[in-house]
């Protein structure tokens, strides 16, 4: 708390009460002071005064294990990490041109994306209240830029609307509204709302509509300047001669509905996809890297984990150096294990039935990841799209133009496919190259005779085939949170397990982080009373 | 058009379509191509063999200027450029720490930002469509970054609304579209859209306004996971043992109205400000500067125009070279005329009548901008608001939070006004620190407690007040357009007059520059059938 300024400030005071009462009195602080409850965070935790010699093994290098070892370090434990990869970040992770990438089943990808280029085959994108990730990365220094989520110019194609031709967000979505708008006033009208709505605030909200909804002076949503100052012009406004603009004309509201626009809305208004979102410059993984760099010295990579042991009054954890192939051993008074539980599993883990039934309770969804690289940004130069994302109901799902580099030369990378569900499983069986060719393939309905044209190269990677966590993120539902969260989450004598699926924000940095925090303080308060 | 590489592809094609046959047949084979049309720019002109020794004075050194010098050069004639300012751009135009800025009445303000941090008193975003300023942004080496627009965290004030108190636009926007969807499912419910809409697509209606409103399983818009998952929670979700998530609460419909946030969705969809938007790094007046850098040694700056004569086969202007107060002469075949109505009405213009009338109707629009230096970026920080802008119906309108250096420490200027109509005139009759304190004043309605004990200086911009402009930007009206807009742009012997106010894109630089390029090319044909 820096009062060298003068008087508290406001902040002063929230800092203050967060190091003096933890999370969530500053919670409480901050709800009572009228600050939007955006997150959880409430600063870094305040855990100094270990016990001399106490020591901590984190089992794994993710972002949770990374932080859980950066903060337990400075509280005065002495810290080392065991981690299954030769790099830190786990799930954070950016796959550049020269990387190579061997998945289960043995298939190896050589990258051959351009210098700078790259696929991030995990997470991609940061919310602007994600503020654990945020306040992090301005601490270890990684840059940031916008992630463009929402794009009017993107496309939205659906085999079911139009023929199976894709159309513009900007079209579908002032559509939408214009027809939404058009329907409510003319129910109004109709009496429809008779004792939901007073005729004074029916007359109130119309006129609210034909401002939202781009309608004429008749409440109607049709061609002309209204609508077209949102879809756009079939001759945009210009200079001179010729400056006069020729209205667009908007499209049939039943293909609109079919397109399934409504559902890109909800996409883009969802409060984890809202405007602001933020990724670092080049790369996701550039966050791993620099969680890695504080973490120097403490991490053994390339260790496979075999067992973990909690008798005897320590922790001992059994692991394979998978270079040598040597099996070895590391003790401490205590474990935060951020193992995906679905590996966890498979490890011989001494600890309670309660907690083992839960390891074992949660599956893992899975997901698959495509980046094709072109050799030019035309959708930038011949369609106007700069970053964002268009969708389809081909098993791809989305295209995503890339947000960094935008209006640069030169190759760069789209995202081509992003599976859910089953169609992930379908992607998972191909080889590598038959993915790629797949995605460029389905995409190609967003930009034909361009898309296969301007392709380079591509690389995939398929969560359920990833050696380090044999899935994409923990998938709870409501019984399982029921039966096993509180156990998972509580700390086993000595262990406590963070990651993801130890939060409420599944397959999410900031839910890894923020479990990380809450475990290493419990944690930290265990160790203190033991 | 470069065959080097195997076959044309449709690029090539229209570039060749386009030299061949200029933008308009180029604009009918990209409609026919199936593209999109979002601009009418069709690439740079092609304007080749001018006659030898033929020469142009262009008045006026802003974007429209030096694009019509830049080209007509290019195309073999002599051009000499009369600027009054000492720089180039015109309205694109950034203010730096160490500026200084006097405005009509003699007000002179030092500009005391930290080093690296501006206002643009002009142009400040550049939309995705815009395809004539990217070009050229391209073309001469203009870096760009995301400009925020749209910001869900983002505040909307109204003092008709909640008490006088701002809320987020997220959960404004949100609670306008989940009643708008429960009032038009309840409508068709009621039969309110019998005749209107069939019992089936009513039922499919229905389904698609569940998902895009948030509704619940029947068909509310509530309290519960649904509305949160757009308009956030009173708890957010976290990680550990306190990670489930409480929902926030909707608020009152009528207050949601009142608030006008239907009008901010307007202004955010609006063609002209949808994503993604763009802005220079390092302020708008980048490009105005990079564009000076392409003429530079064609422009005389300092240069006051006080006739334009057109007898005896030449043009004659006549200026006063404003540091000497020396009256001189430029001479040349044709002139190009950017000079804004608002002056050029004052000068003694030897041009047909029609022209002359043409010039001294169209009024101009006032505007005035308020840059706010604050100490710290405290809106991110404490409020997770990144870029975009918060509205009032104050006279300040909206303040708008820097989209550059983002996630960044130290000092950041916030745009504290941005005034329309009649509240330009009030603000402009004021001094530049009296609009300043105004402005601080007002803009704490969003940040109460935090904006004055941030506030670090400030620097204010009244158009009305500008020496080189007279005001903002043309204002047309659809009696102007029939009466003198072709006047206005056509030839009128040896001169054309360019410049956003001899566009359909008023106010913005695009309708500038493609004024430009259309007056250009219809001089360059009049100069070779001459």
Known sequence: MDMAGGMPTRRDMLHAIGVLGGASVLYQAMEAMGHAAESQFAGPPNLSGARPGASVVVLGAGLAGMLAAYELRKAGYTVEIIEYNTRPGGRNWSLYGGDSYTELGGATQKVGFAKGNYLNPGPWRIPYHHRTVLHYCKAFGVALEPFIQLNHAALIHNSKAFGGKAQSYRELAADWDGNVAELLSKAIDNKGLNGVVTAEDGDRLKEALRTWGMLDKDMRYVRGEHSAERRGWDRPPGGGINGAPIPSTPFDFSEVRKSGVW????????????????????????????????????????????????????????????????????????????????????????????????????????????????????????????????????????????????????PAVILGAYTFGPASYKFAGMTPEQRVAEALEQGSVFHPGRYKEEFSNGTAVAWSRSPFTLGCCAQWNEDTRKEHYQTLVAVDDRIVLAGEHASYIGCWMEGALLSSLDAITRLHKRALEA
């Open 263 to 410: 559902r890109a809305f909800a996409q883009h208004m969802g409060h984890e996809r809202q405007t602001t979102m933020f990724q670092p410059v080049g790369g996701m993984g550039m966050i791993g890297q620099a969680f890695g760099k504080q973490v120097e010295g403490l991490v053994r990579y390339g260790a496979k984990v075999t067992r973990i042991d909690q008798s005897g009054g320590a922790v001992t954890v059994t692991y394979t150096d998978v270079a040598s192939g040597t099996q070895r051993i590391a003790k401490a008074d205590y474990c935060v294990c951020t193992i995906p539980l679905g590996i966890l599993s498979q490890i011989e883990l001494d600890a309670s039935a309660g907690l083992r039934a839960a390891v074992a309770a949660v599956p893992y969804s899975n997901s698959v990841k495509v980046g094709l690289e072109m050799k030019t940004r035309f959708w930038e130069d011949e369609s106007a799209i700069y970053g964002g994302i268009s969708f389809t109901d081909k098993p791809i799902s989305m295209i995503s133009y890339p947000s960094g580099g935008m209006t640069s030369s030169g």
